[in-house]
């Protein structure tokens, strides 16, 4: 067992995702056949184009992208998070049919940043070790194996355990979970995750995911008095990011 830390990567997309979209919403105002009107999106002005939809909240032209992520290295905490998002499809490990007595965990970041930080990091590996060995105990109590074991012995096992998952979603509930979780009252494990989830979409979406971020970079901060009064730092951290990757 031991320590890992999250990671998204963008493993599957729609193919030509910001093209797809303009020709959906083309078809909607234009007299052409479906044909006619794809052909045209290939070559025409996307960018220009999809901002408009934007603006104007045509928002459901934007579901025909899709963005498919693996994400690994990641909390059974941070899963909790991320299935409240119901317009997304998820694909998980199973604690029936995979055994966990090796199980690999993620450390809270608070922990690191104690002024002792590396004492207690030893103390939080001996308790996951603990942890382990009752999982352990439970598994041979219960039978020693299989899904009927697993699936009783796992309620011993934290929340600080790693899981990995797939999680499809499409452009426009991939804009409102950036909203929600790119925000800095977000919990810092699902917020690093959807701020790899941001770089890997902008970079074969920029278009789409032009605006993609929390909302106080769109507008006002809907947080009111819990705002973080950050906005300027966000903007700066976003801009940065996506200049990492060439964007
Ligand atoms: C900072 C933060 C703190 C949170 N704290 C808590 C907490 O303490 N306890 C808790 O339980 N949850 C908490 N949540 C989770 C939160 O309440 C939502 O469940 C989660 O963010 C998913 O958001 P959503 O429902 O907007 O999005 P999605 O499920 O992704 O849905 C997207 C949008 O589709 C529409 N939609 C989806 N389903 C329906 C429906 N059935 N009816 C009508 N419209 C629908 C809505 O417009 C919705 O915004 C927290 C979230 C955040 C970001």
Redo the contacts with the bound molecule.
Sequence with gaps: MERVTGKAELIRYTERPEETVAAAARLCYSPEGAGEVIEKSGSADNARYIAMLKNMGHLSTFEHASFTFALTGVSRALLAQIT????ASFSVRSQRYVDQSDFNYVLPEGIKNLPNADELIKKFDGQMRTIALWYGEWRGLLGGGGEKTNEDARFVLPNACETQLIVTMNAR?LL??FS??CCN??QWEIRSVAWQMLRAASEVAPNLFASAGPACLNGVCPEGKKSCGKRAQVREYKDGLLKERQI
């Design positions: 409240r998002h119901r317009i509930e409102h979970f929600l979780r009252r977000a």
